[in-house]
């Protein structure tokens, strides 16, 4: 550590609130690794909608004052670095680390079941329950740095972790396969986008929901059909018409989500940007027996999946625009108006 500057340039999150709540500074201590741990210098770090919720205390069932505002349901410790979406290269490592992983570039997984040294009762996420990576240094247990050999830029594959780690999780776990119809919301987002880059890999036909403005981004993606968000989903394709419904909006359409998955289909979410209380017909999820996933903590084999998916060129980073660290309220209003497809990623090399 010797080497390596005592202090750091980053965004300190103080409270919950508005842009105001983030503090640029260049005195942040660079933290150092535990005996289990690296340090990662940041090369490019993408902007999250962890980032917002965990900003505004949009976890929180509460008023987000009431200690459950972090992912994890617990209190945010302020002052927090927020940043789940992470490319870099590790430049410490402590004790219990072997030196050959100096100088390697690496994606950090961002659902974390170990930090601190420990083995979490239960997983936190990085940039809301600790620190992240909006920051010029970042340290993760070792396992959680995963080594990747691309000829991508660091601002491309900072574009994958928590996207396209949570598509992944959701295509998994609702059991995507090949022919099977896909019908995705949100799908210029970056997860949106991810589901459809990779239900596409599985060889999966996929109907995807987006904006008439987004709709050519969408379907060069590789999307097979687009719907609106003002059309009538089950209007449009009929009831039991798709095997999987991957949603990341619910909102006030999302029984005819429902409606038009096929009997014994699958539903699968990760977010809820249109609305999280939806009414549910419970004659519909027993009749046609269907099941729910609630996708949050990645299962064990998902992120290393990823990693070689990324590596084989499987699928591709969706890139919005960039901007530098300092810029990072201009960047997270950009965010939250959605007029974007893909990422919006923070330059710090």
Known sequence: MNELPKTM??????????????????DIPVPEPGADDVLIRVGAAAVNNTDINTRTGWYSKGDGASGDASWSGKAVRFPLIQGADVCGRIVAVGDNVSKNRLHERVLIEPCLTKANGKTLASPWYLGSDCNGGFSEYT?????????????????????????YSTAENLLTR??????????????????????????????????AITSPAKSDNVKSLGADRILFREDNVVQALGSNSVDVVIDLVAGEQWSGLLDALKPSGNYATAGAIGGPLVELDVRTLYLKDLSLFGCTVLGKEIFSNLVRRIERNDIAAVVAMTFPLSQIAEAQKRFVAKSHTGKIVLTLA
């Open 9 to 26: 340039r980053g965004v300190w999150l103080t409270g919950h609130g508005g842009l105001d709540k983030l503090a640029i500074r260049d």
């Open 139 to 163: 340290v993760v247990a070792c396992g959680h740095a995963y080594q990747i050999e691309s000829a991508l830029s660091d601002v491309e594959l900072a574009s994958f972790p928590c996207s």
């Open 174 to 207: 609702a059991g995507v396969a090949a022919n099977d119809t896909v019908l995705v919301t949100g799908a210029s987002g970056g997860v949106g986008s991810a589901v459809v880059q990779l239900a596409k890999v599985r060889r999966a036909k996929v109907i």
